[in-house]
């Protein structure tokens, strides 16, 4: 297992292990800040390429590989919606030119399949992978 992983596994065990979830948190008039402290902020962090492979590869039903799957998709949506963001005005280059807007699938797809011949993933940060990937992917012509 992974280091990604394990800290998504940890995050999971402390949130099951009583913690309020955001849900019952919003609902619980006076519940704050001190019960979410089970989790830590870094449970969830993608600090290398490895990392976002890692959960954007997940697979089966098991309630961590859907989390480590929401956490990818998360992240791919929020990379997206910027490049989008910033190309839309024709100010800067797209880095990748799919004919129409990939999904979070695809994205995520396109970054496994990159990543295959990849030897180099933990000296790499997420975004430039999954811009690497899409560029790979979907080249503007």
Not at 17 to 39: F, V
Not at 55 to 84: N, T
Not at 118 to 128: C, G, N
């Amino acid at each position: 297992m992974t280091m990604t992983m394990r800290r998504l596994r940890r995050g999971i065990a402390a949130a099951a292990g009583g913690a309020m979830t955001a849900a019952a948190m919003l609902a619980a008039p006076g519940a704050g800040p001190a019960a979410a402290q089970t989790l830590e902020a870094s449970d969830g962090d993608l600090l290398t390429a490895a990392d976002l492979v890692d959960v954007c590869g997940a697979k089966g039903g098991e309630e961590l590989a859907i989390k480590a799957r929401i956490l990818c998709y998360g992240y791919l949506s929020g990379a997206m919606q910027f490049h989008r963001a910033l190309t839309g005005s024709g100010e800067y280059t797209p880095v990748a030119c799919p004919a129409v807007p990939a999904t979070r699938r695809e994205a995520a797809a396109a970054l496994l399949h990159w990543a295959e011949a990849r030897t180099d993933l933990e000296a790499m940060t997420p975004i430039e992978a999954l811009m690497r990937a899409a560029k790979a992917e979907w080249p503007c012509e």
